[in-house]
């Protein structure tokens, strides 16, 4: 089946501009999370939505929103960017529901975003 | 604050060779994950570790996990070129019935050297 589908998976933005990124998780999998990558502070948690709703929400300023669809999809935007923001930005989908069960993310291949 | 210290955070061995990647985490949590990330590409599940003394192998990798002394290992049997990768330990938090909230180590660069 197929994976979790991110795009676009390269763009190069300037100082300002905001950025729209867009997630389609895996067929069924109602979670959906997403995480910023950069060399130093590695794998940051965003925020993670589950039909419809944000659940929880990492420690970011307010310029990163997210939203999720009907069908799932995902959607995350970044506002007025800043030259930190350039990072590999990777969303993850799951079964998610509360359970004691395994939360195994499967992640997508990631959008790179460049600020200048 | 929650902490997930991996280390060592980069690690050059010879193929043929053992080794133990340590992940520490500081909150009381009984499930644990490896990922794996090749250069420029996303992470892959490796290892889902849900209970104290809990082990998985997979080929020349096996995961442990000790949730007493949260500590997970990540132990390389006779290393080869093909596990050249960044390896990653991450804990599962759960608030208020929300999933998708795991906390990454660094991770731990591996290359594997003939």
């Known amino acids: 089946k197929a994976g979790v589908t991110q795009t676009p998976r390269y763009l190069i933005k300037t100082r300002g501009q905001q950025v729209t990124l867009s997630c389609s998780p895996i067929?069924?999998?109602?979670?959906v999370s997403w995480y910023q990558q950069t060399p130093g502070q590695g794998l940051q948690f965003l925020f993670e939505y589950f039909s419809e709703t944000q659940r929880n929400k990492g420690n970011f300023p307010g310029r990163f929103s997210g939203r999720q669809f009907s069908n799932s999809r995902s959607e995350m935007n970044v506002s007025t960017l800043e030259l930190g923001d350039s990072a590999l930005y990777l969303c993850a989908s799951s079964l998610a529901g509360y359970s004691t069960g395994a939360n195994v993310l499967t992640f997508g291949a990631g959008s790179r975003l460049t600020v200048l | 604050e929650l902490k997930v210290e991996q280390n060592p955070l980069f690690l050059s061995m010879q193929e043929g060779k053992n080794y133990t990647i340590y992940c520490n985490y500081s909150?009381?949590?009984?499930?644990l994950y490896w990922y794996r990330q090749d250069p420029g590409k996303s992470l892959e599940s490796l290892f889902v570790?849900?209970?104290?003394?809990a082990v998985k192998q997979e080929g020349r990798l096996m995961a442990s996990l000790d949730t007493k002394a949260r500590l997970s290992t990540l132990h390389i049997t006779a290393a080869v070129h093909d596990l050249s990768a960044t390896y990653f330990c991450?804990?599962?938090?759960?608030?208020?019935?929300?999933?998708?909230?795991?906390?990454f180590g660094k991770g731990t660069k591996l290359s594997v050297k003939p």
């Open positions: 991450a804990v599962d938090i759960i608030e208020g019935g929300s999933q998708g909230n795991l906390i």
């Open positions: 067929s069924g999998h109602r979670s």
């Open positions: 909150t009381t949590s009984d499930r």
């Open positions: 570790l849900l209970s104290n003394g």
